[in-house]
């Protein structure tokens, strides 16, 4: 079957580094995704991976490994406004995307 | 306004009654979607349409009805529902549906609780 992880829940304090991870079994890749959900609010585009490495988008960046099945969301100089769900999902076999549960980053004063 | 709005925001309705969603995007994409968000569960993908013509359907009970006039506006038509479809319903749109790249933009949301 197709299963993508990641962490439920997620604590960090505000200034500091948090990394959430994310694996994937599926079949077909192309391409991993991560959105940012805040409570009631509309899923937003954070970053698409489909080679292996480190992408960087200011204070956010997204790694892959494929070979692995495994990437993640690095969040740096945390900031309150970072508390919100961060979905990651896998463009798999004929471009259907495979959603994660999400993960809930609480950050603390 | 710009880009995808959905309307109402929040609905509560009766099982034996009838109501829309509304969904319109200003960004010019060719590619709208329904998805169901629930609790502890992954993002539903429920319809698909491209270019105004359904392309997919995920065996979505025929108590919800999708309608796209044109490539700006998707609508989801609700009849007989179940408590169980109670769940936010979010609208998304995209330019590249066939790619690998395909980045969605969604709207907030409408927030629907079924009694």
């Known amino acids: 079957g197709q299963n993508i992880d990641q962490p439920t829940e997620m604590t960090a304090t505000e200034g500091a580094i948090v990394q959430i991870n994310c694996t994937y079994q599926?079949?077909?890749?192309?391409?991993l995704f991560w959105y940012q959900q805040h409570a009631g609010e509309a899923p937003t585009f954070l970053s698409y991976n489909v080679l292996d490495g480190l992408e960087e988008k200011g204070r956010f960046s997204s790694f892959l490994s494929r070979s692995k099945g495994y990437s993640y969301l690095l969040l740096k100089e945390l900031q309150m406004k970072d508390s919100a769900s961060y979905l990651c999902a896998v463009n798999g076999n004929n471009r259907k995307l495979i959603w994660g549960l999400g993960t809930s980053l609480a950050v603390n004063p | 306004e710009t880009g995808v709005t959905q309307t109402p925001r929040h609905l509560v309705m009766g099982m034996t009654n009838k109501k829309s969603l509304k969904c319109e995007q200003h960004l010019g994409h060719n590619a709208m979607y329904w998805y169901k968000q629930s609790a502890k569960k992954p993002l539903e993908l429920m319809f698909v349409?491209?270019?105004?013509?359904?392309?997919e359907n995920n065996s979505v009970p025929s108590r919800f009805s999708p309608e796209c006039p044109n490539s700006s506006h998707l609508f989801l038509h609700l009849h007989t529902l179940q408590p169980e479809d109670s769940a936010l319903y979010l609208c998304?749109?995209?330019?590249?549906?066939?790619?690998?790249?395909?980045?969605?933009?969604f709207g907030a949301g409408s927030r629907l609780t079924v009694l």
């Open positions: 349409y491209n270019f105004k013509e359904q392309t």
């Open positions: 599926t079949s077909g890749f192309n391409g």
């Open positions: 998304a749109s995209s330019q590249d549906p066939g790619t690998g790249a395909n980045v969605l933009t």
